[in-house]
């Protein structure tokens, strides 16, 4: 038996669901064949989705990308030579590096070698799952320094790091976590939001998936920070791959002392579980999250009292989206003022995009808050897939504004977006080519709205569905009555907006509004002369 | 006042001696994890005690839920209204195949929406619906998380991406030749 080369392929979901898993089968198949054993890692996902499955071979002067590989690619690699371990040895074989779908070394594909991976650092790189290859690449760094450090100093840290809430409201974490800390209770809570349930998002995901321990972690400093004993991750139930993954992270950092009834085995008690959503969109709001774990229907509770002082059980607790947790190890790890380097304006930091939609080349891009729409649709989206002008372009979620062309260059930060009526939200962008019609997807907007709405609030509930009804109206109406409908439109998101409990009535028109001033020829109505906009 | 400790016969068939038993194990996975010190906590068991249930047997049958909830200390009505307000559970079983096609925005962008109608006359089967031979269920579902690789489909729990409209052909020749 042979010692076989190195390799690498993904084990995210998007792979898997693009073939991974058999292209893994017939690698397999195929050393066994040869009398040899496979040697390969399944990783998370370098991000590149396009290119999944994206096989890697190690070689001298790092790993080599092949992509997008089918199990029908492989016996032209196995004849080239992909399993021979020269590879690692020598270097790469020719007939590989003259193989059509070689890419050369990933870390030097562009679309990789212009990000700055901070959170997202070991994702791609590493087996999710291994503690020696967390704790290789600087995994409990950060819970080390935060259990060295007085709680209210781990506090400052995130405070001074300039954090904000990834999941899309952009609260300053920091703030949040004092709060939760001058709380007096015999108990606290960290809950994890990973109800990812923004299309064209998936970072909570990939991180899940490709790094469970950073977000292990980073809840075992937030506990330590605020004094909590236990916490729990809520999971949607449509990423069956993320809470395979959390679940066996979780078991095997306990086991091994990490976490559990002392932190790394001298700090205090921290207990994590799992709980799995059930396909409720509205979960993604803090309360509605509480009420489903406490065994209810996901109904937003109306604020105050604040979670932090009032929330799982009655706890104080600290509610974090899954990146905003992830990016605490590396704050501890490395000071608050590394991080608050990054980013733009009262941005700090990096996010992770998540290029979506009808891009060329979708997939995650970490980068510092500052970079334009434009360089991220065409420097790394490669522009439209279908090859069509792109129209339009979602940001931050089916509650976000569609993003007209004149504003692809506005740099993206919290502050920014606003000033122009878009939100960053989670980081989704979704594009449309020019066949898209705006005034469907407004409409869209309202079905998916009446769909999820819990029912608590009047101009969500009702709003929706009278929302897609005048939809309806101004599409069919003759140009003459048009102008009644709209103003309908406009006095209805108006309620929507100042009247609904939570972002899910609040945001809807947000999508729907931007439609109608950007594209309302879409709605049969003219363009606005000097409107500036486009 | 105790609540749920006088389960109602449901309308409609009675509960099985295995869905009983499922249930059973259910609770003894779950209602441990609850902290005893947690006011009402036994409910926080709910949601996994559902998902084992479904997950085991493909639904939650309705004759279960008074018994869920007096396991739970919960009334049949706060139990009904969970398994119907979550759109992941299902109170009659699916069809022996379930295709599930993303609807959400980014699967939109690359023609989502029209290939949920060919799926629809292909598999013969309505949207939402179970096909009345109970050979498909096809139903919508919004963001599986691969927004990149779209549109996203779920075929009897595998995920798969960059669906198109021969893929469709494909899963309906398959179901058909296992027939």
């Known amino acids: ?534 | 006042m105790p609540r749920g400790s006088a389960p109602q016969p449901p309308h409609g068939p009675a509960a099985t001696a295995p869905q009983r038993e499922c249930l059973q194990q259910a609770l003894a996975l779950h209602l441990p994890d609850i902290p005893a010190e947690v006011p009402g906590g036994s409910a926080s068991a709910l949601l996994p005690v559902l998902h084992h249930i479904q997950d085991a047997l493909g639904f939650v049958p309705p004759a279960l839920v008074p018994e869920i909830g007096a396991a739970l200390s919960l009334s049949r009505a706060e139990v009904h209204g969970v398994v119907t307000y979550y759109h992941h559970f299902r109170s009659a079983p699916a069809g022996r195949h379930v295709v599930q096609i993303c609807q959400a925005e980014a699967c939109r962008a690359n023609g989502a929406v029209a290939l949920m109608a060919h799926a629809s006359a292909r598999l013969a089967c309505a949207p939402g619906y179970t096909r009345a031979d109970g050979g498909v269920t096809l139903e919508p579902v919004y963001c599986l998380g691969l927004c990149a690789t779209g549109p996203a489909a779920i075929v009897d729990d595998k995920l798969r991406a960059r669906v198109s409209a021969a893929t469709v052909d494909d899963w309906a020749s398959r179901f058909e030749d296992a027939r």
């Open chain 1, 1 to 534: 038996m042979n010692l076989l080369s190195m390799l690498y392929l993904s084990r995210d979901a998007a792979a898997v669901a693009a073939g991974a898993d058999e292209v893994s089968e017939a690698l397999r198949d195929a050393a066994v064949a040869r009398g040899d054993v496979l040697n390969h890692v399944r990783t998370g996902s370098r991000g590149m989705l396009w290119l999944e499955p994206l096989l890697e071979v190690e070689t001298p002067a790092g790993r080599v990308a092949f992509g997008p590989v089918t199990a029908a690619d492989v016996p032209s690699l196995v004849d080239a030579g992909v399993l021979d371990d020269a590879n690692r040895l020598e270097g790469l074989r020719d007939t590989l590096r003259t193989h059509p779908l070689h890419l050369g070394l990933t870390e030097q594909i562009p679309y990789f070698a212009k990000q700055q991976r901070i959170t997202f650092a070991r994702v791609g790189v590493t087996d999710p799952l291994s503690l020696d290859d967390y704790a290789a690449l600087g995994g409990w760094a950060g819970l080390d320094k935060a259990l060295a450090m007085a709680p209210p100093a781990v506090v400052d840290a995130v405070v001074e790091s300039g954090l904000r809430g990834r999941g899309g409201a952009a609260f300053p974490a920091g703030i949040k976590w004092k709060t939760v800390a001058a709380a007096v209770a015999p108990r606290k809570a960290v809950v994890c939001n990973a109800d990812e349930g923004d299309s064209g998002t998936f970072s909570d995901r990939m991180l899940m998936e490709g790094d469970p321990y950073t977000l292990v972690e980073g809840m075992a400093i937030a506990a330590v920070a605020v004094g909590a004993t236990c916490g729990v991750i809520y999971v949607r139930s449509e990423y069956p791959h993320a809470e395979a993954a959390l679940r066996e992270a979780i078991a095997r950092a306990t086991a091994a002392g990490h976490i559990g009834a002392a932190l790394r085995g001298r700090g205090p008690e921290f207990r994590l579980d799992v709980r799995r959503g059930a396909g409720s969109y509205v979960c993604g709001e803090e309360t509605a999250l509480l009420e489903s774990i406490e065994g209810r229907r996901g109904v937003v509770r109306a604020k105050p009292p604040l979670p932090a002082l009032h929330g799982l059980f009655g706890w104080p607790t600290v509610i974090n989206n899954v990146i905003t947790l992830a990016s605490v190890p590396r704050i501890l790890a490395d000071g608050a003022a590394s991080y608050h380097a990054f980013g733009a304006g009262r941005s700090r930091g990096t996010l992770p995009f998540q290029l979506a939609g009808n891009l060329k080349q979708g997939g995650l891009v970490e980068l510092p808050f500052g970079v334009t729409l434009r360089e991220l649709l065409f420097d790394f989206g490669g522009g439209s897939r279908s090859g069509r002008p792109i129209k339009a372009v979602q940001v931050g979620g089916p509650l976000g504004a569609y993003v007209p062309e004149s504003q692809w260059d506005v740099p993206i930060d919290y502050e920014a977006y606003a000033a122009v009526g878009a939100t960053v939200g989670h980081g989704g962008i979704v594009a449309h080519d020019d066949t898209a019609d705006l005034a469907g997807l407004a409409r869209y907007a309202f079905e998916f709205c009446a769909l999820e709405s819990c029912g608590k609030c009047t101009p969500c509930r009702i709003g929706s569905t009278r929302g897609v009804e005048v939809v309806e109206r101004l599409v069919a109406a003759p140009v003459s009555l048009k102008g009644a409908q709209e103003e309908l439109l406009r006095d209805l998101c108006d309620t929507m907006v100042s009247g609904s409990l939570c972002a899910m009535g609040g945001m809807t028109p947000f999508p729907v509004l931007s439609a109608l001033d950007h594209y309302p020829e879409d709605f049969g109505l003219p363009r606005r002369a000097a409107a500036g906009d486009r």
